[in-house]
């Protein structure tokens, strides 16, 4: 079943599938899997398996790809500077045995990026410390955030780290698709802070305390896919908005005080059934940060014995409109439509200023016949607010079992490209040659009050002096199963200078400004120190 629309494309814009040098198998087994899990029917949560974390880990310039796999050791691939990738897993790495998300964040405000790893039969997650001389210690358990759990394996999914107290630190937010099968006693959708000055590096676990467990109340469930902490009311403070599987999706107001309250129903989000991957970005260029996520479109007659077990209605685009409230655009943006959907970012492909979509999709079950197993990645261009499908028009056929998918500039060339990881197989590289030469500007915040990565900054950038400003947040990088530092990245079209750049530090409430920067470079910006 192909669900693609017709659509055209630019003369000569297209992306090209490329041979990046990522060569490796996430898993070999087949469907249904042998697993090593005391419980046969959790084994299907390796299915949903295929983490990638991208960062520039050894601080060269350039980025490099962390990518867990399922039956071996997972691997770093180093970057040669041109997009290419060579694997120079460094000691300390590749020792997690079952492995699914990752993220890169600097935990301890050193400069260096460190990893935490969750798990998918392990009785436990992993975090790497960056030491600094090319190596990693693995000090989860010490740290606080192995969440060990001896009788009862791991089905851990996505990890994001944010600053959500504002004091100077990144912590942490992880989610487990827990199957019904299981009768834990506790969740590993949990919220972790950093202890900063009391503790630097270490993490105290803030979950109930804070108000954001999942595991009971009207949206019951633990079934965790995808979190992101950052500001979506733009009263500083970061909010959570967590996506989980049948109908559990939250989301979590700030409360300012280390606290969150359930906004869910009072914001009309949550409503698709089987929420799995989401992506935050101001599409409509209003200012404040939308809400897509990914979910499971099926039109066929369902034939089987027992009815469709899954939710059948779609996607879901929550436009942001302020005061805390939403409305669902899904239709009249023309984005229901993903088939089984998976990873989801928002990007600017074609740099002409506006945020595009694209979202990954697939999966072994249910039997082949409902289409799932072949569908083809969507690439959906932003037509003023609108939405058209051209991944086909652009040569995207990417009809695997896609899990994680994420946008960045790996060649270096100015443009951002798109990686899908695939379950039961490797990872894809799409170089992106649809920019037709359009200028760019990428800002990199550097905390010095606010944390090293300067996750939470807010940027601003006008390109001329009387256009409405684009909008995007540092480190909003999280993804389902797929990290990147989410370094602000913009489009300015046929603009070489941008007329006006502006980043808030919502940690020390403070606000730099530029003017007539040149196009096609990183801007970096160190926080000042009061």
């Known amino acids: 079943m192909d669900r693609a629309a017709d659509a055209t494309a630019p003369p000569g814009a ?5 041979d990046a040098g990522l060569d490796y198998d996430h898993w070999t087994d087949s469907y249904p899997p042998s697993c090593y899990l005391p419980n046969a029917e959790t084994c299907i949560a390796r299915l949903l398996t295929a983490g990638v974390a991208v960062r520039d880990v050894d601080l060269d310039g350039d980025l490099d790809v962390y990518v867990t796999r399922m039956d071996e050791y997972d691997l770093l691939f180093v970057n040669d500077g041109t997009g290419h990738f060579i694997e120079a897993t460094p000691d300390g ?5 079952l492995s699914n998300g990752a993220a890169w964040g600097d935990i301890d405000n050193d400069g260096y990026p460190d990893l935490f790893v969750t798990t998918v039969g392990e009785d436990r997650a992993f975090l790497f ?12 358990r010490v740290r606080g955030v192995a969440m060990e759990s001896p009788r009862w394996p791991h089905t851990g999914m996505s990890a994001c780290f944010g600053d959500y107290d504002l004091d100077g630190f990144l ?10 099968v299981f009768d834990l006693p506790t969740s590993h959708n949990r919220l972790f802070r950093n202890r900063g000055r009391l503790g630097l590096g270490f993490f105290a676990d803030e979950t109930e305390r804070a108000g954001v467990a999942i ?9 965790g896919f995808t979190s992101h902490l950052v500001d979506l009311d733009a009263d500083r403070w970061p909010d959570l908005p967590l996506v989980a599987d049948y109908g559990a999706t939250r989301l979590f107001w700030s409360n300012g005080d280390g606290t969150f309250a359930d906004g869910t129903e009072h914001s009309a989000v949550g409503t698709e059934e089987n929420g799995m991957g989401s992506a935050l970005g101001d599409y409509d260029g209003d200012g404040d940060l939308d ?3 990914s979910s499971v479109f099926y039109e066929g007659e369902c034939e089987f014995e027992r009815g469709c077990p899954w939710g059948h209605t779609g996607n879901r685009l929550y436009r942001n409109d302020g005061e805390r409230g939403f409305t669902d655009v899904t239709d009249e943006a023309g984005v229901r439509d993903g088939g089984w959907g998976w990873g989801a970012t928002f990007f600017d492909y074609d740099l002409d200023g506006d945020l595009d979509l694209a979202m990954t999709n697939g999966v072994q079950w249910p039997p082949e016949d409902t289409g799932f197993a072949t569908d083809n990645l969507r690439l959906w261009r932003n037509d003023g607010g609108v939405f058209t499908e051209v991944a086909a028009a652009l040569g995207i056929e990417d009809r695997h079992a896609g899990k994680a998918l994420v946008a960045a500039d790996l060649d270096g060339d100015g443009d951002e490209d798109l990686l899908v990881t695939n379950n039961l197989e490797g990872a894809s590289v799409w170089r992106n040659d649809a920019s037709e030469g359009r200028a760019w500007l990428t800002v990199q915040p550097v905390g010095t009050v606010s944390n090293h990565d300067g996750f939470g900054a807010v940027v601003r950038v006008w390109v001329t002096e ?3 400003p684009m909008l995007r947040h540092a480190g909003n990088g999280c993804g389902f199963l797929g990290h990147t530092p989410g370094t602000p990245h913009f489009g300015l079209g046929d603009h070489e200078t941008a007329a006006r750049v502006e980043v808030y530090w919502p940690a020390s409430d403070q606000t730099q400004v530029f003017t007539d920067v040149p196009a096609r470079r990183v801007l970096r910006v160190v926080e000042p120190t009061p």
């Open 14 to 18: 297209h992306f090209t599938r490329i």
């Open 93 to 97: 790495l590749g020792e997690v045995y």
């Open 129 to 140: 410390r960056n030491d600094r001389r090319g190596g990693f210690l693995e000090v989860a």
């Open 171 to 180: 912590d942490l937010h992880t989610t487990e698709w827990r199957p019904y």
């Open 215 to 223: 595991t009971d109340g009207v949206r019951g469930g633990a079934f």
């Open 291 to 293: 809400w897509f996520v």
């Open 466 to 468: 009387s256009a409405s």
